[in-house]
């Protein structure tokens, strides 16, 4: 069963940083594409980044500059480095494949406010 785990989560003012940490288990890790999804109350959930089990990464236009996907497979954690921060970033933050798995983890919440 793929258990994910987020956190890193916090209040941070606009222009600043946060990285996001994300554990996974129950899952051939190394071969699995994964990405970084973000939701805010009353949206659908939308896919921020992703990085292919080779390495190369894509980004959605609102963040793209800004953050920064990586993995580690022998750890089998995902990050994102979140740069430049700005108040519509505000929302919790999932890790999950790309195509998502059945499960999702509890979200960390990200909150840019002065």
């Known amino acids: 069963q793929v258990q994910l785990v987020e956190s890193g989560g916090g209040l941070v003012q606009p222009g600043g940083s946060l990285r996001l940490s994300c554990a996974a288990s129950?899952?051939?890790?190394?071969?699995?594409?994964m990405g970084w999804y973000r939701q805010t109350p009353g949206k659908q959930r939308e896919l921020v980044a992703r990085?292919?089990?080779?390495?190369?990464?894509n980004y959605a236009d609102s963040v793209k500059g800004r953050f920064t996907i990586s993995r580690d497979n022998a750890k089998r954690t995902v990050s994102l480095q979140m740069n430049s921060l700005k108040p519509e970033d505000t929302a919790v933050y999932y890790c999950?494949?790309?195509?998502?798995?059945?499960?999702w983890g509890q979200g960390t919440q990200v909150t840019v406010s002065s």
């Open positions: 999950n494949g790309d195509p998502p798995y059945g499960t």
């Open positions: 129950g899952t051939i890790f190394r071969l699995s594409t």
């Open positions: 990085i292919f089990r080779t390495g190369m990464t």
